[in-house]
């Protein structure tokens, strides 16, 4: 543009080929968006629940989950008899009645 003077002309009209272009890429672009924010909103999410969840476990739990795991998920004679036990010293029962009532 000249200072000297003289008319301004007026825009191309515009291509719709490429208006239709862009606003696929821009609809793209808001989806993308709303996508990544709903990620993150649903990470914070969990992360407040496992926070809960974790400050309100119980103390014990981990005791309770080791011996259960060592009286039905470890292999036989890992853990039996105890360290200060021999096999000489386990109570032996050859009766129900004998067990149940001991």
């Not at 719709?16 to 990544?36: D, S």
């Not at 292999?75 to 000489?88: D, G, I, R, S, V």
Request: with cysteine.
């Amino acid at each position: 543009m000249s200072s000297a003077g003289g008319m301004r002309l007026a825009a191309p009209p515009l291509d719709q080929g490429h208006l239709k272009k862009a606003k696929r890429l821009r609809q793209k672009e808001l989806q993308m968006n709303r996508e990544i924010r709903d990620t993150i909103l649903n990470l914070l999410m969990c992360w407040i629940i496992f926070s809960i969840a974790y400050s309100n476990r119980d103390g014990r739990s981990f005791l309770i989950h080791k011996e259960t795991m060592d009286a039905f998920i470890a292999p036989p004679n890992k853990n039996y008899p105890p360290h200060h036990q021999t096999e000489n010293e386990l109570p032996k029962f050859t009766e129900v009645g004998t067990y149940i009532n001991s």
